[in-house]
């Protein structure tokens, strides 16, 4: 039971996911029905599943906010900000009771019943409709106890078909009904095909324009239960005929042919068996001596004709999209499991491949590179399994940027771009927190009050855009606003007076906004609950750095700015070159590497000497990596020089020897070696050696303020 | 637009704005007039902006009546969303021949 517990939760969280998105949506086109339909049917999902594995709090709950929006769905009552407002709290409180596994001990009391106690003051003005409440208790913990248990309807969970007959009083106009509204609610509900009975429609003069002469046969397919099919002519059933049947029902027997055309028409009373038994000896088609003998009329025989095509359409949908789109769900731990057991495997084929170069057997050889070949395919598979698109988290923020305009009183509207672009799931659950500070700060400080826009000549609705595109093995995550954009004097100013810099600095303007990370340093005059405590964008940036990724800002006064974060893919396992510095190996990322060189030890003397190499006759900033991190030069004629691209700078590192690229498994250095921010990690080679992976970007900022001496070892002795 | 009733020439029939039970009298008239005779007709629903099922009624019977004399008609209703959708909502697509 607690598995199908756990898969309710798991559905239960994506549902209010989906119900969040619909609700931000609604509320920039609040006419919008399909919307509300969403918004209803994540609703009705949460409460029938809810109650069907014994969550009856969130089941009871659901059901209340579910009446309302039936009352929306009906268009009695208007979509406003209030509504969404109280949707998207009950939404919340739905998804604290699910954290809490249904209990509601740990939830501040009378959260629940404020929130149904609003809904209810939003129906109640001027409405009949509050007497659709049923009439409930709500206990202080704001556990709703419903009198009608039967009112809460389930889904089956299994496709059905419905043939819907719908004989509408010819009076049907006049009581103010339009059909064609019950038609789209039933659309809404899945895939529909309506068949409009026309026969009865009398000659253009002789019709009497008010009335309804047509009627309908529906053939719904849709996982919804009957009583909610039923709910859609819930106002209209009493004056009308109407009646509903399953009429197939989708249980995985995908062999099994639809019913004939003959024997719909007798499951519809249209005609009788033994009429049909007797046309069944000739030799025409069923439909042709139906119509030829008169015992069906055409519409008859068209409607039933259509029935048989929809749900054998409907069928084969299912088939191919079972085949097309089969996916199971599987625990993140049992894949992170996966992925260090790859990891584990990519170290020991590592080892293998050496083994085999060393014992010079032509045989083992070759099954050692299928076997590296094999690897490094189990690999890219695993980690693709990972990889996440980017949207599950760029999705999340619609809500952060919608709840803290209203706060502050802006008009925001977010936009995305790229949400395709995929990310290992690990890398995007550390980005979100640093997100979150970003767009916070977009808004509490970048986006103007609507009167100071609109005194700009700005429009009155800002924007703030999160944009994600590939970069190589990286990806660049963009947070970009049109707000008042940095105003480089004033940071200057504002750094001078918390002691960050000197009064006499002369800082170029990308240093200038780069001060925004310094600990400590905050533009905000006043302290908000969004804002200006001057923690945050340093956080921001030491996560990212975490991550192995850089962020830099860049911006226009008056126009917005941007801050953009650039992210390895994956944080398990890269490709890197492994080089010899001394007597350690090291493994520089492949994703920065252009090229290797050489050269001769009067040009290497010559590079050291001015930090600059001479490379295709021109110019390029030079770092001996052994004097950065042993202390030592380079000996020997000829010296290694590794060029790579940092920061959209070109720029050469030497080393004592190249021994070739390797998959790494990344290994932490452990708390320790924090401070060595020059390395990022560690992995274990073939033979058992530990090579450290060296972090290119990290080393060519510190090399600035390189004096002679070895970082690495310092802190070592430290 | 609230509602207009074109025949710019002999059959030719523009409809355009709202075709609602509102107007249905009205539509009623103006098409038992200018279908007297029997002949080919085109109607053109490209600028209508809403059309409910007591106006499709109404075109269903225009088309019935001009198909009986034994000549064509044609629907054009193409790029109009609004229609189009109306017309396949309520099953009266292919019976309106667009």
């Known amino acids: 039971m607690d598995q199908f517990r756990q898969s309710f939760k798991d559905e239960a969280y994506e549902l209010l996911g989906e119900l969040e998105n619909a609700l931000l949506e609604l509320e920039n086109n609040p006419q919008d029905l399909k919307l509300v339909g969403r918004v209803f049917r994540a609703m009705h999902t949460i409460k029938g599943s809810g109650s069907m594995f014994g969550f009856d709090a969130i089941a009871e709950f659901t059901h209340e906010v579910e009446t309302v929006l039936e009352i929306v769905r009906q268009g009695k009552l208007a979509v406003s900000s209030e509504l969404i407002s109280l949707v998207l709290l009950s939404r919340d409180y739905i998804l604290t009771m699910l954290d809490a596994d249904g209990s509601l001990e740990e939830i501040p009391k009378g959260w629940g019943v404020n929130i149904i106690t609003n809904l209810r003051n939003l129906v109640a003005p001027g409405s009949d409709d509050s007497t659709h409440f049923s009439t409930t208790d709500l206990d202080s913990h704001g556990e709703i106890e419903v009198e009608d248990q039967k009112s809460i309807k389930q889904m089956s969970g299994i496709v059905k078909t419905y043939r819907i007959v719908f004989r509408p009083s010819p009076e049907i106009f006049r009581s103010g009904c339009n059909p064609l509204h019950l038609f789209e609610e039933l659309d809404e509900l899945g895939e529909s095909t309506v068949i409009a009975r026309s026969e009865g429609i009398p000659s253009l003069d002789e019709m009497d324009v008010e009335s309804c002469y047509t009627s309908w046969d529906i053939i719904l397919t849709t996982d919804q239960d009957e009583s909610c099919v039923r709910d859609v002519f819930l106002f209209v059933e009493e004056e009308n005929n109407l009646s509903i049947d399953v009429v197939h029902k989708d249980i995985g027997e995908e062999n099994v042919e639809y019913k004939r055309l003959g024997e719909i028409l007798v499951d519809k009373g249209d005609i009788s068996k033994s009429e049909l038994q007797q046309l069944i000896n000739e030799t025409k088609m069923i439909g042709e001596k139906l119509v030829a003998t008169g015992v069906a009329d055409q519409a008859q025989v068209d409607s039933a004709l259509v029935e048989q095509q929809h749900v054998r359409k409907q069928k084969q949908a299912r088939i191919s999209g079972n085949q097309s789109k089969a996916s199971i769900r599987v625990d993140a731990e049992k894949l992170d499991r996966l992925v260090d057991l790859v990891g584990e495997l990519v170290t020991i084929q590592a080892r293998f491949s050496q083994k085999a170069k060393q014992e010079e057997d032509a045989e083992f050889n070759v099954i050692a590179e299928t076997v590296e070949a094999l690897t490094t395919e189990l690999r890219d598979a695993t980690m693709s399994i990972r990889m996440l698109p980017i949207a599950t988290t760029f999705t999340n923020f619609g809500r952060l940027v919608r709840d803290l305009s209203k706060e502050l009183g802006k008009k925001i509207i977010l936009t995305t771009e790229g949400e395709e672009t995929e990310l290992d799931k690990t890398v995007i659950e550390r980005l979100n927190d640093p997100l979150v500070h970003l767009i916070r700060n977009s808004i509490d400080h970048g986006i103007e009050s609507p009167e100071i826009r609109n005194a700009a000549g700005k429009p009155e609705m800002g924007t703030v855009k999160l944009s994600a595109s590939y970069s190589g093995a990286e990806v660049l995550i963009a947070i970009t606003d049109d707000g008042a954009g940095l105003n480089s004097e004033k940071i200057t100013a504002k750094a001078v007076e918390n002691g960050i810099i000197g009064p006499d600095a002369e800082l170029a303007e990308k240093d200038i906004f780069a001060l925004l990370f310094a600990p400590g340093f905050s533009m905000a005059k006043t302290v908000t609950d969004v804002s200006g405590r001057g923690v945050g964008m340093d956080v921001v940036k030491k996560s990212i750095e975490a991550l192995g990724g850089s962020v830099e800002v860049s911006s226009e006064l008056t126009k917005g700015t941007t801050f953009t974060l650039k992210i390895p893919l994956t944080l398990a396992i890269i490709d890197g070159l492994l080089v010899k510095i001394g007597q350690g190996f090291y493994v520089i990322p492949v994703s920065v590497i252009n090229e290797c060189v050489e050269l001769t030890r009067e040009e290497a003397d010559k590079a050291f000497a001015a930090n600059m190499m001479s490379f295709r006759g021109e110019p390029l900033p030079y770092l001996s990596l052994k004097a950065f991190l042993d202390g030592d030069r380079q000996t020997g004629d000829v010296e290694k020089v590794v060029v790579m691209d940092i920061l959209d700078t070109q720029i050469g590192m030497s080393v004592d020897h190249v021994a070739g690229q390797i998959q790494a498994v990344i290994k932490s250095l452990g708390t320790i070696y924090s401070e060595v921010t020059e390395i990022s990690g560690a992995t274990i080679l073939g033979d058992g050696t530990v090579a450290l992976i060296i972090d290119p970007v990290k080393i060519s900022q510190l090399a600035a303020n390189y004096n002679g001496k070895s970082p690495l070892s310092l802190a070592t002795k430290n | ?98």
């Not at chain 2, 609602?20 to 009623?28: F, H, N, P, Y």
């Open chain 2, 1 to 98: 637009m609230d509602f207009v009733m074109e025949s710019e020439d002999k059959g030719t029939l523009t409809l355009k704005g709202e075709l609602t039970i509102a107007r249905a009298k009205k539509i009623q008239e103006f098409l038992v007039t200018t279908l007297q005779q029997p002949m080919d007709l085109v109607i053109r629903l490209s600028e209508v902006t809403n059309l409910d099922i007591a106006c499709i009624q109404i075109l269903f019977s225009v088309i019935e009546k001009v198909v009986s004399t034994g000549h064509q008609v044609f629907v054009e209703a193409e790029k109009n969303d609004v229609v189009l959708r109306n017309l396949e909502l309520a099953g009266f697509r292919k019976k309106l021949r667009c």
